[in-house]
């Protein structure tokens, strides 16, 4: 078969075969039974039934799953359920659920990168270490935290506009780096400064190991058998102006061996730092002398690689340190919690580190050392996170149900999604996975993958090529997303999620569930099925080359890590059996080492867990140089797969700087690997988590994952949310190219300002001008004690006819019930245009109450800014049961007016109050101003206590009954389409 390489228009989903009909599970499908397959473990408090493993539901229920699923979470971003309190002040404990003990205390064990199969251990450890920068949630840009930016002109000199910037200008070396750090204020763990010695270290022990392979090969270099990394001559504008220790602020340069598009987000924000004081010699006395791998402080080499064969220094032993058992205060790290205890098969906790760096001297708080950081870091909320292990998916679904825990830190299956449903104290999460269930194939051994191990010739060599192309015909991938992922999945036809539109090439070839195809192409190949029933012990079964009838073992995952991916099997085995390929389960046990990563197997069925959307992990798992880590162990590429024309592609896509080259070069390489099949992509499952929302929230969604940076600095325990509202202040109309401040406000319901509420401004037109400060069409400020931000917007260049501009503005807090949006239309004219504008403003605020009045102050002026008190003003209200003390007249007339709800009011209510101005040979003017009523139900008290939360229950109860409508009062659909510019009269 030809490699398949074409390039072509991607997709949002993969295509789909109908499932409309349910029939009765495969062989070893889930039925409804008792989790435990006895007694009945509990009972739904609201039912009365038992939580079972439900039948999967046909498609029409599961429309109906759906639209009850999207009303309960409606319903629980409005009502939430107040813990129980208790005396004192408890730390704040979150409890995780995880699908397995971690593997080891020891982070050289741990693959680096957004790609990695052992999510148990990875979790745990993740918020421990840091790394040189952060990655904003929203929009992945890297945010300043121990790197404060680059030398991104290549002057020499870090100057304050290149604070924050992570890349290299137009016109400069792109392959030569200078990066700036500042360590004042970050310790570790165990009180010991970082440095940037620390750095040094953790880039050349992740070289020896477990290392972004992509980076290995852009930052190695042959020559010096070291990474090209080295401090530099530092030359930082304005340091005499900067609190702390001059000399923890250093300057490193990488000299790039080939460029590397994605060499700032790899290097600085996927390293973590790690603590050389306790891995070389002694550690402090936590192991034996094990060398150095740096050279010391004081050397003229220091930060280098001790080669092997140095003589004034013992060079460092990596098997050592590879083999080390930690303990529980050997794990040190510099993240927000740091490792406290493992009592193995019972708890492990972390604890969290008071002392994080959040931008100051956590001793003082009066010493700033980075205001920025400050402003985007905290520490975290929870004092302590407890993971406890359920090694069966009913277990770790049932604690959640039963709030023994308050997050499950595994994929939920979709079986147990209509029982959830009923808790309103959970909240399910729902999102496409990056990562990919497949089959994995041994290509170092005959009949799977090669004649000869490394190839000679990729192509004549690989004679498994039928046996793989038969068996991906046995795997019938719309039955197993219909039957055992319960439709909340897509089949794969490559390793790339369909809905990844940016890198997805969806001319990939497409093997259909066809047994009787995969018959033709093996007795094609020359191996022919003998008559009669294919026995494990090899009567008839097929001989194939290299191995003969003996039976091909099928490395499959324990059901409790992961059982739908485990499941499979009972599918595909019957299908291979059944055509006298002879093959057998046979389910993993050993985790270190493990038989796939020591290429010890014939087939494997696994799952990838992604959470980078760049595909640049098929460089780390496919190419060839990628079988074997640095040191001769394994690497990442399990399969062996050695193909020369899929290297050659994929190496030059991780040099490539040019996006829609590099994304060609991405789509070809998944065309050359897919022809050449050494895997089986089988499912993009829905990944669904489950958190407590009766007990924590704010948290943060990252790629399909909750686990993640501002989800564990974020998460706070439940409080009643509140709503809020947000009002606009702006200019309606502005000529060509001028510049004007757009002000928010945002409040509580009850008019108190809210400060620390996040707010976005967007520009929506991809041309509507930009915003000074960012250069950009978005910019997020937040508010201070008064609930304000002010921005300064610049128009665009207007000719012709006049513009309008679509402003769209969102706030949200921690502590709101849900985001709020406005939005406003401004029309930008022409330089020489005459025209109308209004300044609209509430001094009051545009929250009211049914017995008082909001005053309303109008001013109209022309294009040179000049008071048009003579203009002509028209007023109205809507509903019309809102009045005004008047509703046209001159701008002079009509500069202060009263707004009055109806005083028979009984339930909150927004209205809309409309202004035209005109006047002769000006275009008019338009302005929208929203106010929002909120009704608050009477309460009788009773004597002799009149007065007792009297002010509070009012406040609570007008809170409840605006609830329900104060996003729609507060939604900006814009009223612009039914106020079009109207001509100069």
């Known amino acids: 078969m030809g490699h398949t390489k074409a390039v072509t228009t991607m997709r949002a989903g993969a295509s789909r075969e109908p499932a409309d009909r349910e029939g009765p599970p495969s062989p070893g499908g889930r039925v409804a039974v008792s989790w435990l397959g006895a007694a009945?473990?509990?009972?739904?408090?609201?039912?009365?039934?038992?939580?079972?493993?439900?039948?999967?539901?046909?498609?029409?229920?599961?429309?109906?799953?759906?639209?009850?699923?999207?009303?309960?979470?409606?319903?629980?971003?409005?009502?939430?359920?107040?813990?129980?309190?208790?005396?004192?002040?408890?730390?704040?404990?979150?409890?995780?659920?995880?699908?397995?003990?971690?593997?080891?205390?020891?982070?050289?064990?741990?693959?680096?990168?957004?790609?990695?199969?052992?999510?148990?251990?990875?979790?745990?450890?993740?918020?421990?270490?840091s790394s040189l920068v952060i990655k904003d949630a929203s929009t992945s840009t890297l945010l300043p935290y121990i790197a404060k930016g680059v030398d991104a002109n290549g002057n020499g000199v870090f100057e304050s506009t290149e604070y924050g910037i992570f890349e290299k200008r137009p016109g400069t070396n792109a392959t030569d780096v200078t990066v700036y750090l500042d360590f004042n204020g970050v310790r570790w763990h165990d009180g010991v400064q970082m440095d940037g010695m620390d750095l040094m270290f953790s880039f050349r022990v992740f070289s020896l190991g477990w290392w972004p392979s992509q980076l290995r090969s852009s930052l190695f270099n042959t020559t010096a058998n070291d990474?090209?990394?080295?401090?530099?001559?530092?030359?930082?504008?304005?340091?005499?102006?900067?609190?702390?220790?001059?000399?923890?602020?250093?300057?490193?340069?990488?000299r790039l061996q080939t460029p590397y598009p994605r060499f700032y987000e790899v290097a600085l924000g996927q390293i973590i730092i790690l603590p050389r004081h306790l891995w070389e010699v002694t550690?402090?006395?936590?192991?034996?002398?094990?060398?150095?791998?740096?050279?010391?402080?004081?050397?003229?080499?220091?930060?280098?690689?001790?080669?092997?064969?140095?003589?004034?220094?013992?060079?460092?032993?990596?098997?050592?340190?590879?083999?080390?058992?930690?303990?529980?205060?050997?794990?040190?790290?510099?993240?927000?919690?740091?490792?406290?205890?493992?009592?193995?098969?019972?708890?492990?906790?972390?604890?969290?580190?008071?002392?994080?760096?959040?931008?100051?001297?956590?001793?003082?708080?009066?010493?700033?050392?980075?205001?920025?950081?400050?402003?985007?870091?905290?520490?975290?909320?929870?004092?302590?996170?407890?993971?406890?292990?359920?090694?069966?998916?009913?277990?770790?679904?049932?604690?959640?149900a039963n709030g023994e825990i308050q997050y499950l830190h595994a994929a939920i299956a979709a079986e147990y999604f209509p029982d959830l449903l009923s808790y309103p104290e959970v909240r399910l999460w729902p999102s496409p996975d990056l990562g990919f269930s497949y089959i994995g194939y041994n290509m170092r051994r005959v009949p799977f993958g090669y004649s000869t191990f490394p190839p000679r010739d990729s192509t004549a060599d690989d004679v498994g090529l039928p046996f793989r192309l038969a068996f991906g015909h046995l795997v019938d991938k719309q039955t197993i997303v219909r039957v055992w992922y319960g439709n909340f999945g897509v089949p794969a036809d490559g390793p790339v999620y369909p809905g990844n539109l940016l890198w997805y090439n969806e001319s990939l070839p497409r093997l259909s569930y066809d047994p009787v195809e995969a018959e033709r192409i093996l007795d094609g190949a020359g191996w022919a099925d003998p008559p009669g029933p294919c026995s494990a012990n090899g009567t008839?079964?097929?001989?194939?080359?290299?191995?003969?009838?003996?039976?091909?073992?099928?490395?499959?995952?324990?059901?409790?890590?992961?059982?739908?991916?485990?499941?499979?099997?009972?599918?595909?085995?019957?299908?291979?059996?059944?055509?006298?390929?002879?093959?057998?389960?046979?389910?993993?046990?050993?985790?270190?080492?493990?038989?796939?990563?020591?290429?010890?197997?014939?087939?494997?069925?696994?799952?990838?867990?992604?959470?980078?959307?760049?595909?640049?992990?098929?460089?780390?798992?496919?190419?060839?140089?990628?079988?074997?880590?640095?040191?001769?162990?394994?690497?990442?590429?399990?399969?062996?797969?050695?193909?020369?024309?899929?290297?050659?592609?994929?190496?030059?896509?991780?040099?490539?700087?040019?996006?829609?080259?590099?994304?060609?070069?991405?789509?070809?390489?998944?065309?050359?690997?897919m022809s050449d099949r050494p895997v089986e992509p089988l499912v993009f499952r829905t990944v669904i988590q489950g958190t407590r929302?009766?007990?924590?929230?704010?948290?943060?969604?990252?790629?399909?994952?909750?686990?993640?940076?501002?989800?564990?600095?974020?998460?706070?325990?439940?409080?009643?949310?509140?709503?809020?509202?947000?009002?606009?202040?702006?200019?309606?109309?502005?000529?060509?190219?001028?510049?004007?401040?757009?002000e928010a406000v945002v409040k509580y319901l009850d008019g108190r300002a809210l400060a620390g509420a996040v707010v976005t401004f967007r520009i929506l037109p991809g041309d509507g001008g930009e915003f000074v400060e960012t250069g950009a069409r978005n910019i997020t400020a937040t508010t201070g004690s008064a609930g304000t931000v002010s921005v300064a917007y610049r128009a665009p260049l207007v000719l012709g006819a006049a513009r309008d501009i679509v402003i769209e503005v969102t706030a949200s807090h921690p502590d709101a019930m849900?985001?709020?949006?406005?939005?406003?239309?401004?029309?930008?004219?022409?330089?020489?245009a005459r025209f109308l504008s209004f300044r609209v403003s509430l001094p009051a605020g545009d929250i009211g109450v049914p017995d008082a009045s909001l005053p309303i102050r109008m001013e109209v002026r022309d294009n040179n800014d000049v008071p048009m008190t003579d203009a002509v003003v028209r007023a109205t209200v809507s509903p019309a049961n809102g009045t005004l003390d008047r509703v046209n007249g001159t701008a002079a007339d009509m500069a202060s007016l009263l707004f009055t709800p109806p005083s028979d009011l009984r339930a909150t209510q927004g209205f809309r109050i409309s202004f035209d101005a005109r006047k002769p040979s000006y275009y008019s003017a338009f302005a929208n101003v929203s106010v929002l009523v909120v009704y608050r139900e009477p309460v009788t008290t009773l004597p002799p206590s009149p007065s007792v939360l009297e002010g509070d229950t009012l406040l609570v109860a007008g809170i409840l009954a605006a609830g329900a409508v104060v996003a729609l009062v507060v939604a900006w659909p814009v009223v612009r389409t039914l106020r079009r510019r109207r001509p100069k009269e």
């Open 40 to 129: 009945c473990p509990s009972t739904n408090p609201r039912t009365g039934r038992c939580i079972r493993a439900t039948p999967i539901p046909s498609r029409r229920a599961m429309r109906v799953a759906v639209v009850l699923a999207v009303g309960v979470l409606l319903l629980a971003g409005l009502v939430g359920i107040a813990p129980s309190g208790s005396a004192g002040n408890p730390p704040i404990v979150l409890t995780v659920g995880n699908r397995d003990e971690i593997t080891s205390r020891n982070i050289l064990r741990l693959p680096l990168g957004p790609y990695y199969a052992d999510e148990s251990t990875r979790g745990v450890f993740e918020p421990v270490y």
């Open 227 to 254: 990474v090209d990394v080295d401090f530099t001559a530092k030359s930082w504008a304005g340091e005499n102006s900067l609190a702390g220790n001059p000399g923890l602020r250093s300057a490193v340069r990488f």
């Open 283 to 400: 550690g402090g006395g936590r192991h034996p002398d094990w060398g150095r791998l740096v050279y010391p402080e004081g050397d003229p080499r220091a930060g280098h690689i001790v080669p092997f064969n140095e003589t004034a220094y013992k060079p460092f032993d990596y098997v050592a340190a590879l083999q080390w058992e930690p303990s529980d205060s050997d794990v040190v790290g510099s993240g927000s919690f740091r490792f406290t205890r493992w009592v193995r098969g019972a708890y492990l906790q972390l604890d969290r580190y008071d002392s994080y760096f959040v931008g100051g001297e956590a001793s003082d708080p009066a010493i700033v050392y980075d205001a920025r950081v400050t402003s985007i870091v905290h520490l975290p909320f929870v004092e302590t996170i407890v993971f406890k292990v359920y090694r069966t998916e009913q277990l770790g679904v049932l604690a959640l």
């Open 540 to 673: 008839g079964c097929r001989s194939l080359p290299g191995i003969g009838t003996r039976p091909i073992e099928f490395l499959v995952p324990p059901r409790q890590y992961d059982p739908d991916v485990a499941s499979i099997v009972s599918l595909v085995i019957p299908e291979a059996r059944s055509i006298g390929l002879n093959v057998v389960p046979r389910t993993m046990t050993a985790i270190w080492p493990n038989p796939i990563s020591e290429g010890e197997f014939d087939m494997f069925l696994s799952t990838w867990i992604i959470r980078d959307p760049d595909p640049e992990f098929l460089y780390s798992f496919y190419d060839c140089e990628n079988i074997n880590g640095p040191l001769g162990g394994p690497g990442q590429n399990y399969v062996g797969y050695c193909d020369s024309e899929f290297d050659s592609t994929i190496e030059r896509a991780g040099t490539e700087m040019n996006v829609s080259q590099r994304r060609d070069l991405m789509k070809w390489a998944q065309g050359t690997l």
């Open 693 to 742: 929302q009766d007990r924590f929230v704010n948290w943060t969604r990252v790629a399909d994952t909750l686990w993640n940076f501002w989800s564990w600095i974020g998460v706070k325990p439940f409080t009643i949310p509140s709503p809020i509202a947000i009002t606009l202040r702006y200019v309606t109309a502005m000529a060509s190219e001028g510049q004007q401040q757009f």
């Open 818 to 832: 849900s985001p709020v949006q406005r939005g406003f239309v401004l029309t930008v004219f022409p330089g020489d």
